[in-house]
């Protein structure tokens, strides 16, 4: 159970991070790994265990947004609890312009863009983990990157150099 | 040609290079020609770059805990839940989980034997309504009269009318009739049956003693009495059941007392 866990944390806390902000994600992962537990007599094989835990992470994050009525306001406040990235400065800067525009994107689209951008899922293990047809995670997700950029506004790539050439 | 339009969707797919050679190939043409696509390109390249480059997430140190704290109050829950209830939930998890989801002929027979077995049990259910056989009992010594032989023991060859007639099919007006008078009929079989067991029981009276006698009397006059009351047709029969019942113990114990040289009921 607990090697499970040591797996398994980093991922599921990394989404409920994402997804809910800062301030909810531990409460939701402490949810998921009781589920996970708790269930694991009864998961029958039919996903992989990856698979299987991705999905609760999800339906417990959007779950949890749902109850508390915060689809669209998570806010700013995970921000600040965010840790040091431990990358260069130019990727920092990038990084929490990023963060910032994630916070401001309904859960859906944030969701679809954790699953396949951050945690690199392919779009089947998406398909499969949202319980929604191929085509229409690759719609989801090319919605959600078209939001992102409105969100970051245009020239993402040339700011971020000005970023780094202005940065001491 | 290919329009900003056409292209815009496909960018996506481009640059996770999900795209075939030749759509791929449009694309890249495309984005030669037009400025404003490849800005677009550019930026959701840097985009995807950047989410796929975002510093991991280290879980606090107190989640490990409070995930085992859960655990516990969720068996302590558990424990106090009651037994239905964790049938109820264990079921409903195994249908949620089953490999087997029942077909609808396999539903639609599940049907059909519930409704034979609900059939059944109301058909068994009315039986136990009519009035039971009565208990032969042997006349008493004084009283066993051999029965005269038959004048006539073989039948005779003649024509069997009465047998071989056709059966007509009752009307509907015929069998709704029969429905109605069914009550009377079965109060009429009961009336039949305590007449003929109070016969018996005038004549096995005589070897009882005084208190017995009364106590038979009170109890028959105190069924006769709710008998004659009324009430629901099903109550009636139900009390004309009791006072069949109380004469055949009556008359078998009488009878076994009989046999054993002592008299009276109990």
Redesign the interface.
Known sequence: MEMLYHQYKRRVFGMAHRIVGGSDAEEVAQEVFVRVFRGLASFRGDSALSTWIYRLTVNAALSHLARRGRRNEVGDDGLTELPAPPATERDSALAARIETALTQLPAGYRAILVLHDVEGLSHEECAAILECRIGTCKSQLHKARARMRELLGANIAERNATDKGGTP | MTTCDKTR?RL??YLDG?LADDHGSVVRGHLRECAACR??A???????D???????????A???G??QA??AA?EVADARRPLWLRVAERWI?WVR?A?FAPTMPQLAAAGVFAAAAVTLLTLRAHRADEPPAPVPLPAPPEQIVRPAPSPSPSPSPGPRPALERTVEAPSADDVVADLLAEPARTTESYGRVVGELMTRAQTERARWSDADRSKFDTRVAELRGEIAHGGQPRSVQRTQRVLINYLQETLTHSRDNVMLASGGPQ
């Open positions: 969707p996506t797919a999900e800005q677009v550019r930026d959701e390249a840097a985009l995807r950047g989410l796929r480059l975002l510093p991991p997430v280290d879980p606090p107190s989640l490990w409070g995930i859960r655990l969720a998890r989980t490999r």
